[in-house]
């Protein structure tokens, strides 16, 4: 049999890698894309981890409701700053209480939905807008594309903690309009980085020879270019959900974030700065809350970014 032809039912397993020597030997069936992408991501062993600590995280904010033994903001008058069940406590509050009677345990749970509810609105309101301001900076690159990225210059010479403040002063405390600073201050990235990796597609071929077969600006912006510009997108967006929930941590510990009674990690925090030596259990929990998310979103990001553009791993 020629080797280029294939038993029909090895053809109907998907594509197989090329016959060996003279034997006609076939080999197993080439790795789809999503094979390759896990099994690059989990040959990183601190990628996995912080994937399995992210679910696990996950699980425990949708599970919330259900895990929580109290409610976060139910006050138990005769229980004020108990401490864990390791440090003196009862059984009752495995975690302690804070300084007006609420179970740590519940208040940490329904702050991890808040917390990561907060990095996911935040990633989408700014990514979104990012992608297309970047698309059309790459596509406008005269009066548009400068206007654009004199826009996000400005947006960029100040410190993003500190615009966001300035965000929220102006609108006013609260989750909502966290969610919009956050938002807001994260666009510049997105659109600097899809507009450096559209300008670098446009010169390829395949972009050239779809202008030719007549695609529209539209066509060729979100269906041919897009696509190919959304691994390094991806990295970036992961990432900045770690930002987003350390910025929305830094405002509710400013006291410009959630409001309290609403157990968000960093107004648990700034509520609990002045028990820090008397109850260090109300400070020390919401910010290894805060550490251990946070670390492993960016592990997760750093297995993305290896497994999504290999020549990153092979040069790093």
Known sequence: MPNSQLPSDAAKQGPVLNVVGN??????PLPSGFADFWRSFSSNKGALLGLIFFVIVVLCAL???VLAPYSPIEQYRDALLTPPVWGEGTSRFLLGTDDIGRDMLSRLLHGA?????IGLVAVVLSMLPGIALGLLAAFFPNKLGTAILRL???MLALPSLLLAIAVVAVLGPG????MLAIALVSIPGYVRLVRASAMSELAKDYVIASRLAGAGTFRLM???????????????ATLGFSDAILTAAALGFLGLGAQPPMPEWGTMLAS?????????????????????TVLAINLMGDGLRDALDPRLKKLS
């Open 63 to 65: 599970l919330a409701d």
């Open 175 to 178: 989750l909502v309009n966290t």
């Open 152 to 154: 996000m210059d400005v």
């Open 222 to 236: 979100f269906d041919t270019v897009l696509p190919n510009c959304m691994a390094p997108v991806i990295v970036t």
């Open 272 to 292: 609990a700065r002045d028990y820090i030596e008397r109850a260090n259990w109300v400070v020390t929990l919401p910010g290894l809350a805060i550490l251990s």
């Open 23 to 28: 034997n006609n030997e076939l080999l197993a």
């Open 113 to 117: 939905r808040l917390s990561l509810s």
